[in-house]
């Protein structure tokens, strides 16, 4: 038995969310404070799904971090490997409320600043999944801190995870970020990503089939592109291609974080070992109680009494 089943690695992030719907940041007036960063919000509904989370992140010695501490405290995650630092401050992002995908600005500090002692050998023999994102891996030190410890974590037989949440805002260049995820990929992780993904990172239309065969041809064996209201698509090298549609929602309250809620509820379908086809199934339950709720996965309900 191990300790963890989901090594959660990267960036943890105070989102403020704009209290106006459907206006750009230009537009919107106030904000409200929520708990963000992909890998986060995977380690918090994880949590809440059952379990064993553990979150590996960097925070500043402030009023943002301790808010960090106690909400990922209050939800069960394992914080022990979570640094605080003095000489930066905790990360904060500001999104637009939104229910497609949102318009952002970050303002990055002591989120990059993973060190290799925050994840030993110990962690990872104890890990299942251990998870990561495009953004985490866009900005040194936590970029060749999560690459090496990737490699580590495969070696030990972790399965490796991805979401592939590609950004200009955040990366030197389109290239640069190709050349990192394609590093990443020689560990056959698990893929998630989005059309939008899709979009911003080759900069041109590409076919599902041509996202397919480029991340198996790098050595990946499991893609899931998601697709918004147009639902998912799986593919498995060597398997038919699985489609689901969307679940219809009557109202979209926001889709920020909605992805991650998608990848929290197929990992953690994959860790009991459920089938490609309810993997996805459960997903999607997921991300659609998510959009319908603002910032987090609402506290008051049991989540997992909503997905089985």
């Known amino acids: 038995m191990k300790n963890i089943d989901i090594l959660c690695v990267g960036e943890v992030l105070i989102d403020f969310i704009g209290h106006q719907s459907e206006v750009l940041i230009n537009e919107t007036r106030d904000y409200h404070r929520y708990l963000g960063g992909s890998p986060t919000n995977v380690a918090l509904n994880s949590a809440r799904l059952g379990l064993k989370a553990a979150m590996v992140a960097t925070v500043g010695k402030d009023g943002f971090g301790e808010y960090v501490f106690n909400r990922l405290f209050e939800a069960g995650v394992n914080t022990n490997h979570i640094k605080i630092i003095k000489h930066k401050p905790s990360s904060v992002i500001f999104v637009s409320r939104s229910k497609t995908t949102p318009d952002f600005i970050p303002y990055r500090e002591a989120d990059a600043e993973i060190l290799e002692d ?5 962690v990872l023999k104890q ?5 990561t994102t495009c ?3 866009s900005k040194d030190p936590a970029q060749a801190t999560i690459l090496k410890k990737a490699e580590e974590g495969f070696q030990l037989g972790c399965k490796l995870s991805i979401d592939v949440n590609y950004s200009g805002k955040i990366w030197n260049s389109r290239e640069e970020a190709l050349r990192i995820i394609t590093l990443y990929c020689k560990f056959n992780p698990l893929i998630k990503i989005s059309q939008d993904d ?3 990172l080759f900069d041109k239309s590409l076919t599902h089939d041509e996202i397919f065969d480029f991340f198996h041809d790098l050595g990946v064996d499991i893609v899931c592109l998601t697709l918004g209201p147009k639902g998912v698509k799986l593919s498995q090298k060597d398997h038919k291609i699985i489609e689901l549609p969307a679940i219809k929602i009557e109202k979209v309250m926001d889709a920020t974080g909605a992805g991650d809620a998608f990848w929290s509820g197929f990992l953690f379908a994959y860790i009991n070992k459920k089938s490609m086809k309810n993997c996805l199934e459960i997903a999607l339950k997921l991300a659609a109680l998510k959009l319908q709720n603002v ?3 609402p506290d008051n309900i049991n989540i997992l009494s909503k997905l089985l």
């Open 118 to 122: 925050q994840i030993t050998t110990d």
């Open 127 to 131: 890990t299942t999944i251990f998870h």
């Open 135 to 137: 953004f985490a891996l």
């Open 198 to 200: 899709i979009n911003r």
């Open 295 to 297: 910032g987090r996965l």
